[in-house]
C-alpha cells in the first residue's frame, strides 16, 4: 500500500487498522531481526560483557522499532519531523535498555523471572509510549487528548512482547529445533508489539480524523472527552481558549467581588495571558494538567467561590475535620498493640468517619460528587490510568524504600500489630484496604484539590502541598515512609489534575497497597 492510498484513507472517518499493523510489523520484525544479528556478532567476540551485549541488542530493536513508527507516523500524512522522529527512535532504544538491565542483576525461578521480565519491559514501556503519543500529537495536532490509553496500551504490549520469546521458544523447542523455535518466538514479539503499538497509533489517528471532522462542520469541541482543546484556541472568544482553572479564576474573582476582573487584561497579568491564549504550547500543557471534560467548573466549584468569608471559614473547618484523623491515628501504631482495638480505632476514625464527613458535604449540597473526583469514565480510559498508575506507584514505592533503606534505615515509631486471625486479616487485606484507598483519596486528592484550587492556580503548588499533606499522615513509619508515600501522593496528584477523575486512581491506590502488604511479589523483583 503506497503512501497516497494511506493518506487517503485517513480522510475516511473509519480507519482501517491493516496498514498500522502492518507497517508495525514489518518495522519490528526488521528490528527484532537486526537485533538478533547484533547479538550473534557481540558474543563472537572474545570476552564482550553479556550485559552489553544484552544492551546493545535491545538498544538496536528499540531504536529500529521506533524509527519503524516514526516512518508509519510520516506515511499517514502527520507532520513528524525527522528530529522528532529520532526522538522517537531514542525513546524506545532507551526504553527497551533499561527494561533488560535489572534482569541481570536477578536469579530466581522461571515463573518468577517472567513476572520480573514483564514489569520491568511494561514500566520502562510507558517511556516510550509516551514518546510514541506525544509525536503523534506533534504530528496530528488534533489526535486524543487523552494519551494515558495509548501509553498504556504501548507500555502492556512491550511488557507481554518480552516475555513471548521465552514462552514461545521454550514451548516449541520440545518439537522443534532450537533455532527454528527462538526465531518463531521472535516472530511473535514482533507481532505481539507490532498490534499493541499498531492499535494505539490507529486510536490516535481515529480521534485526529474525529477532531478535523468536528473543527471543519464548525462544532465546539471544547472540553469533550477525547479531544484536543487545542482546537478551541483557534476559535475568537477569548473565553472559549481559557484553560479550566484560568476560568475558574476568573469566575471566582467575580463572585468575591474582586475588581481586577475589570479593565483591559480582565484580571489576568500578563503571564496568564500568555498561558490562556490560543495557538500557544502553554495554554496545551495547562490544559492537559488540569484535565478536561467539562468546563472545570463543578457546581460545588462555585458554591465554593461565592461564600465571602464564612464559606472560606467552613472550607478550613472541613480540611482540619477531615485531615486530622488521619495524623492522630498514627498514634495507635505506637501505643496500641491488640489487634482488635486498632481495627476499631482504624476502621472508626479514618474510614467511617471520612466518608460520613464527604457524605454530609454531598447531601448538604456544600460539594457535588465531580468536585470528589466521583466521574464516570470510559471503561478503556478507566483500565488505562489503574493500569499506569498502579505499575509506576508501586515502582515509585518499592524502589524508593529499597534507595532509602540503603542510604540509612531509619528506626519506625510504629506499626500496625499483627492480625493473627485469619477472617480479619483477609477482610483487613482486601476490603479495610480498599476503604483505605477509597478514604484517601477522596480526602488527599478529591477534597484537598477542591480546596487550594480556590487559593493558586499552580499545579506545582498543588501538587506539592497536597504530596505533604499525604505524606506526613504516615509520620509514625519514619522519615521514609513520609518521603516515599509523598512522591506516591504527588504522582497520584499530578494524574488527577490531568484526568479530573478518582475510580481508576482508588483502585490502583487499593492495588499498590494490597502488593505491598500481602507480600505476593518478593521485594528483590523491584530492584
Not at 494505539?200 to 477525547?226: E, F, I, V
Not at 467552613?314 to 482495638?341: A, E, G, K, Q, T
Request: aromatic fraction near 10%; proline fraction near 4%.
Amino acid at each position: 500500500m503506497t503512501g497516497k492510498t494511506v493518506r487517503h484513507k485517513l480522510k475516511q472517518k473509519n480507519i482501517p487498522a491493516s496498514p498500522f499493523i502492518l507497517y508495525s510489523f514489518l518495522g519490528w520484525t526488521m528490528a527484532a531481526l537486526l537485533g538478533s544479528l547484533t547479538s550473534i556478532l557481540l558474543l563472537r567476540i572474545p570476552g564482550f560483557p553479556n550485559l552489553a551485549a544484552a544492551q546493545l541488542t535491545a538498544g538496536v530493536i528499540g531504536l529500529v522499532g521506533g524509527l519503524s513508527w516514526a516512518f508509519l507516523i510520516r506515511k499517514i500524512g502527520g507532520a513528524l519531523s525527522w528530529k522528532r522522529g529520532l526522538f522517537l527512535a531514542l525513546a524506545w532504544a532507551v526504553s527497551c535498555v533499561l527494561g533488560i538491565t535489572p534482569l541481570f542483576f536477578t536469579s530466581s525461578l522461571a515463573s518468577i523471572m517472567l513476572v520480573l521480565t514483564f514489569y520491568s519491559f511494561a514500566t520502562c514501556g510507558i517511556l516510550g509510549g509516551f514518546a510514541t503519543a506525544r509525536a503523534m500529537k506533534s504530528a496530528l495536532p488534533r489526535s486524543a487528548n487523552d494519551i494515558l490509553t495509548s501509553v498504556a496500551i504501548c507500555s502492556f504490549g512491550l511488557g507481554v512482547a518480552a516475555i513471548t520469546p521465552t514462552i514461545v521458544g521454550e514451548r516449541l523447542s520440545l518439537t522443534l529445533p532450537a533455532w527454528a523455535a527462538w526465531a518463531i518466538g521472535f516472530e511473535a514479539m514482533a507481532m505481539v508489539i507490532a498490534a499493541s503499538g499498531g492499535y494505539a497509533l490507529l486510536r490516535l489517528s481515529r480521534a485526529a480524523r474525529s477532531g478535523k471532522d468536528a473543527h471543519q462542520d464548525g462544532g465546539d469541541t471544547t472540553g469533550q472527552p477525547g479531544t484536543s482543546t487545542l482546537t478551541s484556541a483557534k476559535v475568537p472568544d477569548s473565553r472559549r481558549s481559557l484553560s479550566p482553572w484560568v476560568q475558574e479564576r476568573r469566575l471566582d474573582s467575580r463572585l468575591r467581588g474582586n475588581d481586577k476582573e475589570g479593565g483591559g487584561n480582565d484580571g489576568l497579568g500578563r503571564g496568564d495571558a500568555l498561558r490562556a491564549g490560543g495557538g500557544n504550547d502553554i495554554a496545551g500543557l495547562r490544559n492537559d494538567i488540569v484535565g478536561h471534560g467539562n468546563d472545570g467548573l463543578g457546581r460545588g466549584d462555585a458554591l465554593r467561590a461565592g461564600g465571602g468569608a464564612d464559606r472560606i471559614k467552613l472550607d478550613f473547618i472541613v480540611l482540619i475535620i477531615l485531615c486530622l484523623p488521619f495524623y492522630l491515628n498514627d498514634l495507635s501504631d505506637i501505643y496500641v498493640r491488640d489487634w482488635r482495638l486498632w481495627l476499631t480505632i482504624d476502621y472508626l476514625a479514618v474510614k467511617l468517619f471520612p466518608l460520613l464527613v464527604v457524605s454530609w458535604l454531598f447531601l448538604r449540597k456544600k460539594m457535588t460528587l465531580a468536585d470528589f473526583g466521583l466521574t464516570a469514565q470510559p471503561i478503556i480510559s478507566l483500565v488505562s490510568i489503574f493500569y499506569v498508575c498502579a505499575l509506576l506507584g508501586s515502582v515509585i514505592e518499592q524502589t524508593g524504600y529499597l534507595i532509602l533503606g540503603d542510604i540509612s534505615a531509619a528506626a519506625k515509631l510504629g506499626e500496625m500489630p499483627d492480625i493473627p486471625h485469619p477472617f480479619w486479616h483477609g477482610l483487613d487485606l482486601t476490603v479495610g484496604l480498599l476503604l483505605t484507598g477509597i478514604c484517601e483519596e477522596l480526602v488527599f486528592r478529591g477534597y484537598l484539590r477542591a480546596f487550594l484550587v480556590r487559593y493558586t492556580q499552580s499545579a506545582a503548588l498543588i501538587i506539592g502541598a497536597s504530596a505533604l499533606a499525604f505524606g506526613f499522615i504516615h509520620w509514625s513509619g519514619g522519615y521514609e515512609k513520609v518521603l516515599v508515600t509523598a512522591l506516591v501522593g504527588a504522582f497520584f496528584m499530578l494524574l488527577y489534575l490531568r484526568t479530573r477523575s478518582l475510580p481508576a486512581i482508588m483502585l490502583a491506590h487499593f492495588a499498590i497497597d494490597f502488593l505491598d502488604f500481602s507480600h505476593l511479589l518478593p521485594k528483590f523483583i523491584f530492584l
